[in-house]
């Protein structure tokens, strides 16, 4: 067993995105919210762990599911054979500042020592800066590279979804988040974008 839990973090909305698209989907996800959970089914079914604590708060709108039961409710869809005594939600965070902090609690709550994370391969630099802020020092984890190698052809339904773009505006928000004035800002209005219905 190479970790007592693993965090998946969620992608719904992101910078640019739009809650209508979460809204509309059946999974209430976008597509990097469910390779991130495919892939973390995948990290749990070859025993690299016991527990996936999802990580996401409402994205879509305070009279939708949480991410993190959007993604509890695609795992359980998709890997029947997963149990549900497997998983923890943290539903309350509206960014990933959020998921590293509300995680952190949870792991300090259920005495986890060896912990890690999985998201989008562009999402991992600033995603291990904001854990490392709240105190974690943990490896993340690509999705796109879990499920390319472990069920390419899965892979193959959610690649077009991955381009250049993500990596530049992961870039571009990891800079804004390090000054300090301009990340408070910026935290402030994604959080009210994100509250809005």
Do not use: C, W
């Not at 472990?150 to 804004?176: D, H, M, R, T």
């Not at 004035?181 to 910026?186: D, E, K, V």
């Amino acid at each position: 067993m190479d970790y007592d839990a693993v965090i998946v973090l969620g992608k719904n909305v992101g910078y640019l995105g739009s809650k209508n698209k979460i809204r509309n989907s059946i999974n209430y996800l976008s597509p990097k919210s469910e390779l991130n959970v495919i892939a973390g089914a995948l990290f749990f079914k070859k025993n690299q762990t016991k527990i996936l604590i999802f990580s996401g708060g409402k994205t879509a709108g305070k009279n939708y599911p949480s991410e993190a039961e959007a993604m509890r409710n695609f795992l359980i869809s998709k890997y029947p054979d997963i149990p549900e005594s497997s998983i923890i939600l943290e539903d309350k965070s509206f960014d990933t500042k959020q998921n590293a902090k509300n995680s952190k609690l949870l792991i300090e709550n259920n005495n986890f020592k060896r912990i890690s994370f999985i998201t989008t391969k562009a999402h991992i630099p600033r995603s291990k800066k904001l854990f490392k802020d709240v105190g974690l020092d943990i490896e993340g984890h690509s999705a796109e590279e879990i499920v390319e190698r472990n069920a390419p052809e899965i892979f193959e339904e959610y690649k077009k979804e991955f381009g250049i773009s993500e990596v530049y505006l992961e870039k571009l928000a990891l800079i804004l988040q390090s000054i300090p004035l301009i990340s408070s800002i910026g935290n402030f209005l994604i959080e009210k974008r994100r509250q809005l219905d």
